[in-house]
């Protein structure tokens, strides 16, 4: 499809294991994005990428998160000993960077479940 | 950082009546957008709006940069607009397309 893709839909874990999480871009948009939501919240930052590298990590909650996009296309969010807390719906975005047309684009999210 | 507040927290209509959602936030930005959340947890793009007004079908928004607002207005509204209406925006300063997101508008359209 034309749209952001994420898989899986759906993950369900235990306390401890870990998951990763990946988000296939609108082509030809340079800019990448993950986003996580709690329920009832609104979306919050978690890192942005400019190509192959972060340009802004700050959202990033603890060092048990860490996000790679090695080809400046396919994006994995990973988290390593996964905790309750960390359930929510991940967001990916992508946005073509061009001036005036910087909107961001989402996915439809993975939603995370930690047992 | 930047605070964004929306407003009413929920709306209940009925189908065919008309709303404004608004959106405010506390400093100057890049970058305004507004979303609509379906039941199945999609974000829409509805707008980008940073300054002015845009109109797309029966919705249209207003952003008013100098004074820190946005309205997003719902005419003839029909029981697919239920869903959860985000305001987003890029503080003026931050890295480009970080959002910060409003709480939300909860709306509920009924038959």
């Known amino acids: 499809g034309a749209g952001v893709s994420q898989t899986p839909s759906n993950k369900v874990t235990e306390k401890g294991k870990y998951v990763e999480l990946r988000c296939d871009p609108i082509?030809?948009?340079?800019?990448l994005y993950w986003y996580r939501q709690s329920l009832g919240q609104g979306p919050e930052f978690l890192i942005y990428?400019?190509?192959?590298?972060?340009?802004?990590d700050s959202g990033l909650p603890n060092d048990r998160f860490f996000a790679v996009r090695p080809e400046g296309s396919v994006s994995t969010l990973k988290i390593q000993r996964t905790e309750r807390g960390d359930s929510a719906v991940y967001l990916c975005?992508?946005?073509?960077?061009?001036?005036?047309?910087?909107?961001?684009?989402f996915g439809e999210g993975s939603r995370l479940t930690v047992l | 950082g930047i605070q964004v507040e929306q407003s009413p927290p929920d709306l209940i209509l009925q189908e065919g009546a008309n709303s404004t959602l608004r959106c405010n936030f506390s400093d100057s930005v890049n970058n305004l957008q507004w979303f609509h959340q379906n039941p199945w947890g999609q974000l829409i793009n509805l707008f980008y709006i940073p300054s002015g007004t845009k109109q797309n079908g029966r919705l249209s928004a207003t952003t008013v940069a100098t004074e820190r607002y946005s309205l997003l207005y719902i005419s003839s509204s029909q029981t697919t607009d239920s869903g959860v209406y985000f305001c987003?925006?890029?503080?003026?300063?931050?890295?480009?397309?970080?959002?910060?997101f409003g709480q939300g508008t909860i709306l509920t359209v009924h038959p």
């Open positions: 987003a925006v890029e503080e003026r300063g931050t890295s480009y397309g970080k959002l910060t």
């Open positions: 990428f400019q190509g192959t590298g972060a340009a802004d």
């Open positions: 082509s030809g948009h340079t800019a």
């Open positions: 975005a992508s946005s073509p960077k061009r001036k005036n047309t910087g909107e961001l684009f």
